[in-house]
């Protein structure tokens, strides 16, 4: 059966079995026919010779007084020899009645008229017989002739006298279908060591042929989209070889794109800021993005089961989401962070099952709980002053206040609606700023005339505290593009703060110089300073730092805003502080070419 499994084999035995088959259809077609024909043409010579029986044994056949015919052995014998060399067939004579041999063209073993049926059918029906019989283990022709002599004046027939047997053996046909049939054989035989010689060759070169199809195939299917086949012949195999190779192009070019989405997919999973982690039906890790290890603080195995992997709300979470369960949210705390893992099953015929996706929630739940601050803080911050100009309407509406008295209260009366009216400037500022209706008109402005012009309004303020406001420039035609309103919107916001900030007889330095392409506006105060802790949320919106600064009083809004108005007009604010020292905060913005050198400082 192992010879079976080649195609060579397969083809070289078809082969063979086409020629055996036509082989012996041959040989069914030839042989039986030609034994038949053969016979059949002895017998009809036999019978075509039958009349020179009755003429050779004529002179040999007598007749007595009671009518009884008699026939001289040796005369009937001597010339049915004579007819026997002519037609090469023995010849012998029966008595009609007991069937008894009277008379042979031949001397040896004598007929055994019992073999030869046709001598009886004649003897009954007085007509010729043929037919083929085996009589001692030899096969003959023979031809049964009734001889019946005539009268010769009337041309009567006297009656049956005797049965001439025409026998000749089939020996000499037999060798000639044996002659043909090994001829037959012969050609056979070597037909099919022809076939099997030019089958093998040429199965040979069609599995070969096959067989680079199928190195082909495996090489595709260990990874080689790049194989191509020769076609050199264009038959159906050279035609498959033709559909594989486009084949292979497509699957090539199929593949490129898949690997080309997986690596986007990849690249694009590996730079989220969100953890992706994606879960067979199962329970178990099978596939995770570095980010996921790094909000989790564990390396994460693929394998892994989710209550090795997550900690007890998520996989609670994902539990649900696994038996059917609601998609909500999950907020935990882990490593000092506040993070949301939120599940979704995929619901595909796919090893994933559902996806987990961790977000740090940390500082949207800071700004959230900021927000909160704020409105409760923005609440008061309008109900002291509601609570103040109502208290000063009241006293005015009284007729015994006098004029100095009046005037105190109308002073009064107006710091609480400038507090009003700061506090309802910096909402409208913060809500266009989230809608993105921020309406900017940047055009050159010189930032040390801006100065000036914004520390003049807090001379005033400076003055009742000790304070010195310096202003130093190294040209005062230093200009930048910018929108000049809301550029001394951000000048008032960090001037006020390093008035708030800084204690009685303190300096606030305002520097402005240019560096290569941009302008540089320096604030530096020699306040309290900030802690490194609140360094970095101080321009968070709501944010108002620790009461222990005092800072309070203010809405948490202003440097929010300032930071967000620098980056719409294209520049950048940072802060720097020492504790004890001061703090330092830096706008920088694009500069406008062309200005005039020139020496200036103000104080």
């Not at 996921?292 to 089961?305: E, H, K, P």
């Not at 490593?335 to 977000?359: F, I, K, M, Q």
């Not at 190294?474 to 550029?487: K, N, P, Y």
Request: aromatic content about 6%; proline content about 3%.
């Amino acid at each position: 059966m192992f010879l079976l499994h080649s195609v060579r084999n397969w083809l070289t035995l078809l082969f063979l079995l086409l020629i055996a088959v036509a082989s012996t259809a041959s040989w069914l077609w030839v042989v039986p026919p030609l034994k038949d024909r053969l016979i059949t043409q002895k017998l009809q010579d036999l019978a075509t010779n039958s009349p020179l029986v009755f003429n050779a044994v004529k002179p040999a056949i007598g007749r007595t007084e009671d009518g009884t015919f008699t026939i001289d052995q040796d005369a009937a014998s001597a010339s049915s020899y004579a007819v026997d060399q002519r037609i090469g067939a023995r010849i012998a004579f029966f008595s009609p009645g007991d069937l008894k041999q009277i008379a042979d063209s031949r001397f040896g073993q004598v007929l055994r008229a019992r073999d030869f049926v046709m001598l009886r059918q004649t003897a009954q029906s007085g007509k010729a017989t043929v037919g083929k019989v085996r009589s001692g283990g030899v096969d003959y022709a023979a031809v049964a002739v009734p001889i019946v002599p005539v009268d010769p004046k009337t041309h009567e027939e006297l009656g049956l006298a005797a049965i001439g047997l025409i026998v000749a053996p089939l020996g000499d046909v037999y060798s000639a279908v044996a002659l043909v049939e090994r001829q037959i054989l012969l050609a056979t035989g070597l037909a099919l060591g022809v076939t099997l010689v030019t089958g093998f060759v040429a199965s040979l070169l069609i599995a070969r042929r096959l067989k680079r199809i199928e190195r082909g195939a495996e090489a595709i299917a260990g990874g080689d989209f790049k194989v191509t086949l020769k076609v050199r012949v264009r038959d159906e195999i050279g035609q498959l070889a033709a559909s594989f190779n486009a084949m292979g192009l497509r699957l090539r070019q199929a593949f490129t794109a898949i690997e080309q989405e997986k690596r986007s997919a990849e690249t694009m999973l590996d730079t989220l800021n969100e953890g992706i982690i994606g879960m067979t039906a199962d329970g178990r890790v099978l596939m995770h993005n570095p980010a996921a290890a790094q909000f989790l603080g564990r390396r994460l195995v693929v394998g892994a089961s989710a209550d090795a992997a997550f900690p007890e709300e998520v996989a609670r979470m994902w539990s649900d989401i696994g038996g059917g369960g609601s998609e909500a949210p999950v907020v935990f705390e882990l490593r000092g962070r506040t993070l949301e893992a939120l599940g979704s099953p995929v619901g595909a015929d796919t090893d994933l099952a559902s996806v987990v996706v961790l977000r740090d929630v940390t500082q949207q739940e800071r700004l959230e709980r900021a927000r909160r601050e704020f409105v409760a803080n923005a609440s008061h911050e309008f109900k002291t002053p509601l609570f103040s100009l109502s208290g000063f309407l009241e006293l005015l509406d009284e007729d015994d206040a006098n004029g100095e008295e009046r005037r105190e209260y109308l002073g009064l009366m107006k710091d609480q609606v400038e507090r009003l009216q700061t506090l309802s400037h910096r909402l409208l500022d913060l809500s266009q700023v989230d809608a993105g209706a921020v309406r900017l008109e940047p055009r050159s402005v010189n930032l040390v005339t801006l100065a000036e012009s914004v520390s003049a309004e807090f001379q005033a303020r400076a003055a009742e505290r000790h304070l010195v406001i310096s202003i130093t420039a190294a040209t005062h035609e230093t200009t930048a593009l910018c929108d000049e309103g809301r550029m001394a919107q951000v000048l008032r916001a960090l001037l006020d703060n390093a008035i708030k900030f800084t204690g009685r007889g303190g300096q606030i330095a305002v520097t402005v110089s240019r560096e290569e392409d941009c302008v540089t506006l320096d604030i530096a105060d020699t306040g309290a300073g900030i802690s490194p802790a609140e360094l970095p949320r101080i321009f968070d919106r709501f944010y108002r730092g620790s009461p222990s600064q005092g800072s309070k009083v203010g809405t948490g809004l202003g440097l929010s805003i300032a930071r967000d108005l620098m980056h719409l007009m294209g520049g950048s604010i940072d802060a720097s502080s020492r504790p004890g020292r001061g703090s330092r905060f830096t706008l920088t913005l694009p500069a406008e070419r062309g200005e005039v050198t020139a020496g200036h400082a103000a104080s």
